[in-house]
């Protein structure tokens, strides 16, 4: 999923937060991930498209913050 997509996820109040429930309000450090990893000994043929990003819940009394790669399991 890209940028465009978690922006709009999170303007349209798609993505719940696991903690309080609410709309998650923000993101932070948004990371395009390698589309092939290099092992050192040859190509070790593992896929790793997708993105990484700081999930933040941003409403009154939540603290709720992840670092994940998983953030689209977030988007109802």
């Known amino acids: 999923m890209s940028v465009e997509r978690l922006k709009k996820a ?3 109040q798609q993505m719940k937060c696991p903690s309080c429930g609410k709309a998650i309000q923000e993101f932070d450090k948004y990371q395009e991930m390698a589309s092939s990893v290099w092992d050192g000994a040859g190509d070790s043929n593992l896929e790793t498209k997708g993105a990484k990003v700081t999930l933040i819940c941003g409403n ?3 603290a709720w913050k992840e ?4 953030w689209q ?3 109802d």
């Open 60 to 62: 009154d009394g939540c």
């Open 67 to 70: 670092r994940t790669e998983f």
């Open 73 to 75: 399991s977030f988007v």
């Open 10 to 12: 999170i303007a349209e």
